[in-house]
């Protein structure tokens, strides 16, 4: 895979992750002040993820590394990391919720 080509799939899935944390942040808002201080590092956790994540991408795009397997290890390594930190997240909003809050 080219390195342009990578880049192109990592912005997509950026853009993907952005739209579920959106999705994620509605219904945190939804719960109560004590369920949303403990959500508090979740958010902070995926919001540094997602951040190191898009400078890596750019890092690509702008730097044009000969050997790129590096970065393109740790952004993959970060999307891993992220997705876990996300459904942790998600389950722990679903146990917090009274009810199901439609997303």
């Not at 799939?9 to 949303?36: F, N, P, V």
């Not at 290890?73 to 970060?78: L, N, P, S, Y």
Request: aromatic share 6%.
């Amino acid at each position: 895979m080219e390195v342009k080509d990578f880049c192109s799939a990592m912005e997509a899935e950026m853009t993907s992750w952005k739209a579920k944390m959106y999705d994620a942040m509605r219904k945190i808002d939804k719960l109560g002040t004590a369920e949303k201080d403990k959500m508090l590092m979740n958010i902070q956790d995926l919001n540094m993820l997602m951040d190191d994540m898009g400078q890596r991408v750019e890092q690509l795009r702008t730097e044009c590394p000969s050997d790129w397997s590096p970065i393109k290890k740790e952004v993959e390594q970060g999307s891993v990391d992220m997705r876990g930190k996300y459904e942790e997240t998600m389950e722990y909003i679903g146990k917090a919720s009274p009810v199901s809050i439609a997303g």
